[in-house]
């Protein structure tokens, strides 16, 4: 951010905006901002293919004790 005191002075400002002081220093290290997306847990989700079910009316294959042993 530039700033102009006056016509002969001029002066850079670089602010860092941050939660925590480890967060300040991490900004600082790096020179980018620490960004959390709370939603993408959501979107993940949200476009990872569901697991089908059997609908309740299927009926649902069983295994034997004697095939589970073989």
């Not at 300040?24 to 079910?53: C, F, L, W």
Request: charged share 35%; no cysteine; proline share 6%.
């Amino acid at each position: 951010m530039k700033i102009s005191l006056h016509p002969e002075v001029k002066v850079q400002v670089t602010l860092n905006i941050a939660r925590s002081l480890e967060e300040a220093k991490t900004q600082e290290k790096t020179g980018k901002a620490v960004i959390v997306d709370h939603n993408a847990e959501d979107r993940k989700a949200k476009s990872a293919p569901a697991a089908v079910a059997p609908a309740a009316d299927e009926p649902v294959a069983e295994v034997s004790e004697e095939e589970e042993a073989a």
